[in-house]
């Protein structure tokens, strides 16, 4: 094989009560990696579209081609030569998982190119050393839903304990992207050491619900269960509007609403697409009523995971 | 009807992770309630049986009585007379949800006795004024189970909100009583009133992880999500021999083991009904190598909760 095209989605991280231990994956938007093979030895930055020139071209410090350079070496393959370009189709720092999609839709890639010495599962590290490349933080919860797709738990970072359960069909997903910008590593930084025991015992209440919820298909439980009273009235504080949007979305029948990831993007869950769509133009509108622009995705939960587009 | 007798089971609350959250019941030992109608008003306790004299006579004080008289309150129920006895099949501050049982037992007979106004989930916050009544503290993680039948979580306290989930087919549990005694206030107060975000990170994903364990199946991630690193650290040291008995328990197969409720009965869950009994040896026989007698009870989960085991 020469060539390989590969899509990875974009994914809500945290969900509410489910703080690094919750993701799933939308089915668009999501970057798209290409690479093409060379008989040189060496790995180059052929172009990236969408970044606005803020992602390193430097091979080594990129997190697509950080994490194919770090699978080449666990496999052990030295003169490997390839050309590589990203298509960043989402805006970074968005809270989107937009770094685990470029790394997923890399670590993918390159497998394939390699005729897939590893399975999908076996991905994962490689992903999250991704994210350690573009973060300085190799989690989990969202290159987890964007490498297997579906509604992902990890229940351990070490050992590495990931793996997804069934949702109910008819849910959807709204995610709203405001134009405005926080440092991922701001948001983890005004986050307390300390958590209550009384709120401890809360959310893990709230956990517990929302997975059985997930699996029993059962939207009220579903909805009393997105509740977070550790991370969300910490960090919605970075997003303006924030009570303001969750409230409109929960008048117009979202099943819950909250950050998606460390934000500022939001995202909501409701029951059947119509739902879903009146839910983001409401929380667009919204927003907009304050002068924040934004963009809205309304989306299953994406079950598929990384999509290889094309090869030869 | 003139005559009452019915039966609650004992239960297993916090389950290794779901400290105030987790519970579930299980098929034997229990307590028995029996009521017999009189003609004159009042409550009067006949007699109690197996509690070595240590339960208050007063009506108003006792656990059983007292949500008898709390629900007839409630039900508006003013000229009603009737003599109670209470058969105490486990003992006192064991961990295992003794009064808990006899609250159960006494609310769900007094109901039957009434001709069932009430359905048997709306008897929950009468059962759990049994547990203020006995404890101080309106709990729900051994009331709910007792009353429901299965492994129930309570996700959230105000509003109320308690529901099961179902479980293995094949998943046994172990409880064995050691002959010491702790106080459950004391249990409770050695518990720090504040957990570290990465402890609590750690018990959520091991929360979400065991509710996905039940409900898929999968018996190897219901063995790795029990784990406790907040409560059990902490509680075990008020049990002599702990980390040898649980290590015993999990050399021979156990998926789990932890401390029932707030000790000092100790619960392993097992694959299969050998397993759960050989888990049981060697828990009794490593509490024993100690000097510390114990007894053991192997049981499947509890499915159906309270029994009416006679009336006329």
């Given at each position: 094989m020469n060539y390989i095209k590969a899509f990875a989605p974009a994914t809500v991280a945290n969900v509410s009560c489910g703080f690094d231990i919750f993701g799933f994956a939308i089915e668009e938007p999501g970057d798209v990696v290409e690479i093409w093979r060379r008989d040189e030895p060496g790995i180059i930055i052929k172009d990236i579209f969408g970044d606005e020139g803020r992602l390193p071209r430097n091979p080594e410090k990129n997190a697509v081609t950080g994490v194919m350079i770090h699978l080449l070496k666990h496999l052990g393959i030295t003169n490997f030569g390839c050309e590589v370009a990203l298509h960043k189709n989402m805006p970074l720092g968005s809270g989107m998982g937009s770094s685990a999609a470029s790394a997923v839709a890399g670590v993918v890639a390159m497998n394939e190119l390699l005729?897939?010495?590893?399975?999908r599962t076996e991905l994962l590290p490689f992903a999250m050393e991704g994210e350690r490349i573009a973060s300085g933080s190799a989690h989990a919860d969202n290159v987890g839903p964007a490498l297997l797709g579906g509604f992902v738990i990890i229940r351990s970072y070490s050992p590495l304990d990931v793996f997804s359960i069934p949702v109910p069909k008819d849910l959807y997903c709204t995610l709203v992207h405001p134009d405005i910008e926080i440092n991922t590593k701001d948001a983890r930084y005004i986050l307390r050491d300390e958590v209550s025991l009384k709120n401890t015992i809360s959310q893990m209440g709230n956990v517990a619900g929302l997975v059985a919820g997930l699996m029993k298909e059962d939207y009220d439980l579903i909805s009393r269960s997105m509740v977070d009273v550790i991370i969300e009235p910490v960090r919605s504080i970075l997003i303006p509007e924030f009570n303001k949007v969750k409230q409109a979305a929960l008048d117009h029948g979202a099943l819950g609403c909250s950050i998606s990831g460390s934000g500022p993007s939001m995202f909501a869950l409701s029951r059947g697409i119509e739902n879903a769509k009146k839910v983001g133009e409401v929380m667009k509108r919204t927003f907009s009523e304050a002068g924040i622009e934004s963009s809205t995705h309304v989306s299953l939960i994406n079950q598929g995971g990384p999509l290889i587009m094309e090869k030869n």
């Open positions: 005729d897939c010495p590893l399975a």
